[in-house]
């Protein structure tokens, strides 16, 4: 799986969540974190599951803002991820 490679709103088979974090930890910018968090008032349509956000971003500091390099969600049920950032 090439996480990098995936295009915003682009749907991919991924069985659990670690492999993406895996994925993303490898090609992530320097000094960004991944982030895994449950969204708790967002359900996947088909199967109304808690999904799960999976965030790269870098934290601000006093000179600069924080940036968001990527979104992903994933549904541990139906073992679908989409990136949506």
Known sequence: ???????PFEEFPLKEVD???HELEKIKPAG???IVT???DSHHSPCL???IAVMVHTAGN????GEIHS???????C???????
Request: hydrophobic share 40%; proline share 5%; glycine share 6%.
């Open 1 to 7: 799986m090439k996480a990098g490679g995936h295009v």
């Open 19 to 21: 492999q993406l974090v």
């Open 32 to 34: 960004s974190t991944v």
């Open 38 to 40: 449950p969204m708790e």
């Open 49 to 51: 599951k808690e999904m």
């Open 62 to 65: 006093d000179d600069h803002s």
């Open 71 to 77: 979104i992903y969600q994933f549904c541990p049920e």
């Open 79 to 85: 073992k679908i991820a989409v990136r949506v950032l």
